[in-house]
């Protein structure tokens, strides 16, 4: 037995051994291939791990927001929820289709395409409405999804909606303001670096990726948004009464040249723009080239009186009322034998004018007609501006002269004759408009000395004549106001040649009539039930001024109006302003969030922006359904300060 264990070998060692080896030598290959991966890969397998686990993204700003002079808000944005689709990853066409033809309402053949496509990306519905994007949450079809858009509302309705203009889906400027300042008012990006876990759920956001301010720049305009609603409540007014095509009202200050008001009627609502006429998005004070009429008469005067070819008291036989220049006859529509200049004016005798026009000679009253503006644009920076008709002086004949001595045969837009008044009440220097408060622009043209002050004062005066009882602006008369006015009634051009039976009715008033501060314009296209200037669109022009006069407090409550079957002062100085712009909403400042829950979305934003809140507008629609933070609850410390985590939410529906 002893024997038999001698006989056998001890392997132990060697086993021990060999595994020992094996163990060195694949721990050798490990630090051999670490070394490999630090030393000649390590670079390239970082960047990768990086791009697998980390991504840039970007967040698109909001759309810069409109403003009026007094910081009522006229243009923003709010959030919306549009529809993707990633075609790769869906799993089900045809359930897919399906569902989102019936959530969306929308064509299954037309979605079915765009499911079918080999692009990664697709559009299937933008902009959709909350309850639609609720559906599809609840849907859960993979390779479907949602993403945060922002869309233009116009919480002001059809206000100054021309003006304004409006925008297409994607965010970009097509007319009006929106148009002009299109560059500056879009929103840029940002990009962020997202770190992600293994199954790609975002983990954290590095705020030190952002590149700029991501938000468009604010827009501010020089309209007054009450000014302009009483603009347009008064041109509606008109154009029902008389069944009148289309109006204009143009309310400027004098003094610094600022467009308080640009009324258009029919009006546009630009949050309705798919259902709009192209002819109710025209801005008309600058894209519509009218005949003036009388309205241009005082020009004539004033130059007249600048080359010392007539005095105010200069008598003008005016033929009684009819009187021939070659060919043509010139009437009067009140006939009248020598009358003194000024008494021509006032009771706006074309033939008067004629003879003064054709004895000043078509070179010069051309030369001053330039000076003024006409013939030229404004230089505003509206989209479609018309530059007017004026036709070189060397074409003129003796017909011609006298008609555009009083008026026809030259054609204007209303904001070539706001800029030639603005001459008259600047004691004879040009100026020009303005409509935009900031960004800052600077004016492009130098100002002109057309009349001396002393010819400017004189107009003035003799257009005061026009308002007094015997005048023909009588009906503009504001007692205990001084006013400088003229009437315009332009037998507008007929299609066949000639002159038809409609009329452009207009008025032009300065208030007060000796150191103008206001400056109205109205006009009334193809009045129906009458058509003198007189008539139609001298009320509307008073009744512009006394609510902005009275905006103003510069009328006394006890002043009346005369005028046979005229409202008074105080009855049109109290007329309440309509919802569509209400009264300025008094200051809360109790230290609790008010409930604004179930207010339109104007008069919402009238009340965050005056407490120093512009708060982020989530939804579609014009109504306020839910607020954060809600009602009651103290306000946000530092909602006067940009960028803070005080963030005011309001939802719409």
């Known amino acids: ?47 990768q791990a990086s791009r697998q686990s980390r991504a840039a993204e970007y967040e698109y700003g ?35 289709a399906d569902t989102l033809s019936r959530d969306l309402k929308l064509s299954r053949r037309s979605v079915y395409r765009k499911l079918k496509s080999r692009k990664k990306f697709v559009w299937i519905k933008r902009q959709v409405s909350d309850r639609e994007a609720g559906a599809l949450n609840r849907a ?51 990009e962020f670096v997202v770190q992600r876990d293994a199954t790609g759920r975002h983990l954290y956001l590095d705020a030190h990726g952002r590149e700029m301010d991501v938000n468009g720049q604010d827009v501010r305009l020089t309209i007054d948004t009450h000014i302009q609603h009483a603009a347009e409540q008064a041109l509606a007014n008109s154009i029902s009464k008389y069944e009148a095509r289309a109006g204009i009202v143009l309310v400027v200050d004098v003094k610094s040249g600022d467009i308080l008001a640009m009324a258009n009627e029919p009006f546009f609502n630009p949050n309705t723009v798919r259902s ?95 000076k003024l503006g006409f013939g030229e644009k404004t230089h505003l920076g509206l989209p479609g501006e018309s530059s007017g008709i004026l036709r070189p002086p060397g074409s003129w004949t003796s017909v011609d002269l006298a008609c555009i001595s009083f008026g026809q045969s030259i054609g204007v837009t209303a904001v070539q004759l706001a800029r030639a008044f603005l001459c008259l009440a600047n004691q004879g220097a040009t100026r020009d408009l303005n409509l935009i408060l900031s960004p800052r622009t600077e004016r492009k043209n130098a100002s002109i000395q057309v009349f001396t002050p002393e010819t400017a004062a004189t107009v003035l005066k003799m257009m005061e004549e026009v308002v007094q009882e015997d005048g023909t602006g009588r009906s503009a008369r504001i007692e205990g106001i001084t006013m400088a006015g003229k009437t315009g009634t332009a037998q507008k051009a007929s299609k066949n040649g000639g002159y038809g039976d409609q009329y452009l009715s207009s008025f032009v008033a300065l208030v007060p009539a000796r150191d103008p501060e206001l400056l109205v314009i109205t006009m009334i296209d193809e009045p129906q039930k009458a058509n003198y200037g007189s008539m139609v669109a001298a009320p509307v022009c008073r009744e512009v001024t006394v609510r902005t006069l009275a905006y103003h407090g510069q009328l006394s409550e006890t002043l009346h109006a005369t005028g046979e079957g005229a409202p008074t002062v105080d009855e049109l100085a ?80």
């Open 276 to 370: 709009s006429k192209p002819s109710h998005r025209r801005l008309r004070p600058v894209t519509d080239i009218y005949e003036p009429g009388s309205t241009m008469k005082p020009f004539l005067i004033a130059a007249a009186l600048q080359e010392g070819t007539v005095t105010p008291d200069t008598l003008i036989d005016c033929e009684n009322g009819r009187w021939k220049v070659a060919r043509r006859v010139i009437r009067d529509t009140h006939p009248s034998r020598w009358l003194p200049v000024h008494k021509v004016l006032r009771y706006s005798s074309n033939i008067g004018m004629a003879k003064i026009g054709l004895n000043l000679g078509s070179g010069v009253y051309y030369d001053y007609l330039t």
């Open 140 to 190: 859960g079809l993979k390779g479907i999804r949602l993403t945060t858009e922002y869309s233009r509302i116009y919480p002001n309705g059809h206000l100054a909606g021309q003006l304004l203009g409006f925008t297409d889906i994607d965010g970009r400027g097509r007319e009006g303001i929106e148009r002009v300042f299109n560059k500056s008012l879009s929103p840029s990006k940002a």
């Open 62 to 96: 909001e759309r810069g927001r409109i403003f009026d002079r007094n910081g009522e808000m006229l243009a923003t944005s709010v959030e919306a929820q549009s529809v993707f689709a990633r075609p790769h990853e869906i799993e089900n066409i045809d359930v897919a």
């Open 574 to 653: 109290n007329e309440p302003l309509d919802e569509a712009v209400p009264a300025p909403v008094a200051r809360i400042d109790d230290g609790r969030v008010p409930n604004i829950e179930g207010m339109p979305v104007r008069r919402a934003l009238e009340t965050l922006v005056r407490m120093g809140i512009v708060p982020v507008l989530k939804g579609k629609g014009m109504t306020v359904k839910r607020q954060e933070p809600a009602a009651g609850k103290p306000w946000p410390e530092n909602r006067s300060k940009e960028g803070t985590d005080d963030v005011f939410v309001l939802w719409l529906s």
């Open 1 to 47: 037995m002893a024997q038999d264990n001698t006989r056998r070998t001890d392997h132990s060692g060697i086993k021990i051994g060999f595994v020992t080896a094996l163990f060195a030598i694949a721990l050798g290959a490990l630090w051999v291939r670490t070394g490999w991966v630090q030393l000649y890969e390590g670079d390239a397998l970082a960047d």
